[in-house]
């Protein structure tokens, strides 16, 4: 099978030297990523900057910005079985980016932002590929997850509570709830990342089997 993975950050640029970005460290992405190479599938993956050497049979496609890594996954997907969207790709990115470097001043800066492209949206719904997609949440986690999963046209998502310190972002242990489209929920208790990804993968299988 062909997996596109998309794995870490975006950088949202303000000025030449400043960026908008979040705490994504990339490890659940290029854990999925070599749990599916393990596995013996083929696997694109789409990164956003992180410090973490991708697994080496990846072909490795390295972006920074949202609209980057919105061509970059439209770009993969022509043959794709899986397209797993892990990334914490920013919702919000500065309206303009100023070209020379905005100087310090005494008073109050406001920036206006403006919502990014959001990529799973952008999937068309008719198409011969499953899609998961990821929802890092902090309260409610389920009616989130849930909602993601009938507005993103995702067919699976895959929740993780990021309140807890110990698992989720940047974090080498995760625990996730995966909710599908059926209605069905399957829980992964706390584990290392690596572990949580060689589930994942055999649960994204058997549900894109009956897809
Ligand atoms: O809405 P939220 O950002 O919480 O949704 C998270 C899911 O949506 C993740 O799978 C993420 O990769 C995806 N996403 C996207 N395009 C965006 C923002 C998030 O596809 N612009």
Redesign the pocket.
């Known amino acids: 099978m062909k997996f596109v993975v998309?794995a870490g950050p975006t950088r949202e640029p303000i000025d030449p030297i400043r960026f908008l970005s979040n705490r994504s460290s990339g490890k659940m992405g290029y854990a999925i990523a070599s749990a599916a190479i393990e596995e013996g599938h083929e696997v694109i993956l789409i990164s956003g900057p992180v410090a973490l050497s991708p697994p080496v049979a990846a072909r490795v496609i390295q972006v920074t910005t949202?609209d980057e890594m919105y061509e970059a996954v439209h770009g993969a997907l022509a043959k794709t079985d899986v397209l797993v969207?892990?990334?914490?790709?920013?919702?919000y990115k500065p309206a303009a980016t100023a070209k020379e470097k905005i100087k310090k001043r005494d008073e109050a800066l406001s920036l206006e932002l403006v919502p990014?492209?959001?990529?799973?949206?952008s999937l068309p719904k008719t198409r011969d590929y499953f899609v998961v997609?990821?929802?890092?949440e902090t309260d409610d986690v389920e009616k989130h997850a849930r909602e993601?999963l009938r507005h993103?046209n995702c067919n699976m998502i895959v929740a993780n509570d990021v309140s807890d310190s110990a698992s989720g972002m940047e974090s080498d242990e995760n625990a996730v709830t995966i909710f599908l489209g059926d209605g069905e929920m399957k829980k992964i208790s706390r584990a290392p990342k690596e572990k949580i990804a060689r589930a994942l993968v055999k649960i994204i299988l058997e549900t894109s089997k009956r897809f």
């Open positions: 998309t949202s969207m892990c990334a914490a790709v920013a919702d990014t492209r959001d990529i799973l949206k997609g990821f929802a890092a993601k993103k």
